[in-house]
């Protein structure tokens, strides 16, 4: 299982990479697996600003559908349009091109509650 040792985590599932003040968010390899293929990204919450844990998408795959949670509090600046005509990317390469939203952060103290690479595989099993 890929499990990315510069990345932070949440017991959600949702991964998070940090550049200066913007996160760029998705879903581990471990989620993607659980759910299987993913038919349909939607993500509604384009230029609002929410709060860490609220929902700013869903995640649809055959079988079942998603809540995506933010790690972190801040503002959705970016969509990864890719999704709409592809969302299999996610499966394919969820750490990478399989990208879902870019936040700008409201709190970098939010980082500091997300789990490290050890604790997330220890959180499944891994």
């Known amino acids: 299982m890929n499990i990315p040792a510069n990345l932070k985590y949440t017991k959600d599932h949702e991964w998070i990479s940090i550049d200066g003040e913007i996160a760029t968010i998705g879903i581990t390899d471990f989620a ?11 993500v509604e919450t384009l ?5 860490k844990d609220e929902v700013f998408g ?14 972190v509090a801040g503002e959705i600046i970016e969509f990864n349009d890719a999704l709409e005509s592809n969302p299999e ?4 390469d969820p750490y ?3 990208w ?14 997300l789990l490290s690479s050890e604790d997330y595989k ?3 099993g891994a």
Do not use: C, H, R
């Open 122 to 124: 220890t959180l499944i």
């Open 96 to 98: 990478g091109a399989g």
């Open 100 to 113: 879902m939203v870019k936040v700008k952060v409201a709190n970098v103290a939010d980082i500091d509650e």
């Open 32 to 42: 993607q697996k659980e759910l299987g293929d993913i038919v349909y990204v939607e």
């Open 58 to 71: 869903t995640v649809e795959a055959v079988k079942t559908v998603s809540d995506l949670f933010l790690p």
């Open 47 to 51: 230029d609002q600003t929410l709060d």
């Open 89 to 92: 990317i996610v499966n394919s």
